[in-house]
């Protein structure tokens, strides 16, 4: 018989060269895989909503295309935009926003992934991102007293997805492009601005931090003040852009008379997707410094009390992302598939020696912390009784 020894030396070389090729063709199967199905997932999720969900009369979707819709509601321009030219396709005007619906849903999964994949196994960020959409339904599709479709809602968290990856990837100019993108959406966009805020003061240098947060701010001021010159014609059933009434009450007084109901402080929960109390019970395995977007939250949470209906759970969308996120990420900690930066802080908001002169340094961050709950609550309580005092004639004096 012939001697095959030399096979074994060729062997090795062999599947390594045939490995590479092999591993990138698995890649990239597993990407377009992943890719395919979230876009099955999302369009699924478009036509779940447009079944499901209604037309708020007060605000058309014919008016809100003609920029025409009662303010706060016709100041949301951005999707109408962009409808604009499929309309001239020849679209009717809800099929054009059925169409951005599932695009601000596909991009809201992708958004997730990346930044998952900062953090957590690859495999991992792909399920973490796909689940987010099982989490939509409890706020957007069960049946409420208002299960609207409101065509800048999931826009909304796309953008403030990608914000956030723009901020974690310091990708400052492309922040500042999603930060007006975002202020013609809707204006909840500030909170990325805020999680910005919480993230950088004690991690970059004072100029930085100055200088990129004016940017954001006279960005997203001035197209908001676009938008209101623009709108300034649309009729105001809510005396301006914050709806602090309602049927000629104030809009906390409605809120709190829904929540003296005890099962409603359930049904709050289950609607955020049990987010706040995964929160809670994970937070040690959140990764450090993302801690501080529970304030971001709380902030948020307390200002919605007083413009928005708590039992319209829609308005929670950019609290479910940034209580999402966090969550997620310390899941993959839990379950050892992150990436050995649970503990730390990440890679790309190391903390400084010492020497970089910031804002205010990380031990006063951290006392003023544990101080923002009490703060909060002050604030509401405050806000509460001016309100009362001043009644709901003086808003519309």
């Not at 947060?213 to 105001?236: E, F, K, S």
């Not at 852009?241 to 409603?264: K, S, Y």
Request: glycine fraction near 6%; hydrophobic fraction near 55%; charge should be positive.
């Amino acid at each position: 018989m012939p001697d095959r020894s030399d096979c074994v030396v060729v062997w090795p070389a062999y599947t390594e060269a045939m490995t590479e090729p092999m591993a990138r063709q698995k890649m990239l199967f597993e990407r377009l895989q992943f890719l395919g199905v979230a876009v099955i997932v999302s369009v699924s999720y478009t036509v779940l909503r447009a079944q499901l969900n209604i037309e708020y009369k007060g605000a058309t979707w014919q008016q809100l295309y003609d920029l025409a819709a009662a303010v706060p509601f016709g100041t949301r321009v951005l999707v109408p935009l962009l409808s604009r030219p499929l309309v001239g396709l020849g679209f009717d005007v809800i099929d054009a926003f059925l169409v951005w619906e599932a695009v601000a849903a596909l991009m809201t999964v992708l958004g997730i992934r990346h930044i998952a994949a900062l953090y957590a196994e690859e495999r991992f960020a792909r399920v973490l991102a796909l689940a987010f959409l099982l989490l939509l339904p409890l706020a957007y599709l069960l049946r409420f007293r208002w299960p609207i479709f409101y065509p800048y809602d999931t826009a909304a968290l796309a953008l403030m997805v990608w914000g956030l990856y723009c901020v974690l990837k310091h990708q400052w100019w492309a922040l500042l492009i999603l930060t007006a993108l975002g202020a013609l959406n809707r204006e909840s966009f500030v909170l990325v601005t805020a999680v910005f805020c919480v993230l950088g003061i004690d991690r970059l240098t004072r100029s930085r931090y100055i200088a990129l947060l004016l940017m954001q701010v006279l960005v997203y001021g001035g197209v908001r003040a676009l938008i209101a010159q623009l709108t300034i014609d649309n009729p105001r059933p809510y005396g301006g852009q914050l709806a602090l009434t309602n049927r000629g009450e104030w809009r906390m007084q409605g809120n709190i008379d829904w929540l003296a109901n005890g099962e409603n402080w359930l049904v709050l929960l289950a609607t955020l997707g049990f987010l706040p109390l995964f929160y809670l019970a994970l937070r040690r395995h959140i990764p450090h410094f993302l801690r501080r977007w529970w304030y971001v939250v709380s902030a948020y949470l307390v200002m919605l009390f007083f413009v928005g209906n708590l039992y319209e759970p829609r308005i929670f969308g950019e609290v479910m992302v940034l209580l999402y996120v966090p969550v997620g990420l310390a899941l993959a900690s839990y379950l050892g598939l992150d990436r050995g930066v649970a503990e730390g802080t990440h890679r790309f908001w190391a903390q400084g020696d010492g020497r970089v002169v910031t804002l205010m340094s990380s031990s006063q961050v951290e006392m003023l912390a544990r101080v923002a709950p009490l703060i909060f609550i002050l604030g509401a309580f405050f806000v509460a009784w001016l309100l009362n005092q001043l009644g709901v004639e003086y808003f519309y004096r």
